[in-house]
């Protein structure tokens, strides 16, 4: 079992920066891959960005592609997200997942752990 808690979300108006940071419990962070996703209110959950279980691959949704950066460090069993010039577009709850897998996966399906959330609100 891993239980992930997402942070660093907040408020912050069109073109700002934010890092969320997501802390992983237990031993194996290592061993998996991680993602983050977003879901708006009224939509579905999506796809943002991905790193491989080596973290020597990433994969970005079109939308966040040259703004958003996923990097991992396992020592701290932590996985970020830092996100630049922020559009009201980015507005949405924020979610880090763990799949056991060698790739690095974009679909919601093959996640095996979920965090709660953390909330981002970008004004314009």
């Known amino acids: 079992q891993v239980q992930l808690v997402e942070s660093g979300g907040g408020l912050v108006q069109a073109g700002d920066s934010l890092r969320l940071s997501c802390a992983a419990s237990g031993r194996t962070f290592s061993r998996y891959a991680w993602g983050w996703f977003r879901q708006a209110p009224g939509k579905e959950r999506e796809f943002v960005a991905a790193?491989?279980?080596?973290?020597?691959?990433?994969v970005y949704a079109d939308s966040v592609e040259g703004r958003f950066t996923i990097s991992r460090d396992n020592a701290k069993n932590t996985v970020y997200l830092q996100m630049n010039s922020l559009k009201p577009d980015d507005t949405a709850d924020y979610y880090c997942?763990?799949?056991?897998?060698?790739?690095?996966?974009?679909?919601?399906?093959?996640?095996?752990?979920w965090g709660q959330g953390t909330q981002v609100t970008v004004s314009s």
């Open positions: 997942a763990a799949a056991n897998t060698d790739r690095a996966p974009a679909a919601v399906h093959e996640y095996d752990y």
């Open positions: 790193i491989s279980r080596s973290g020597g691959s990433t």
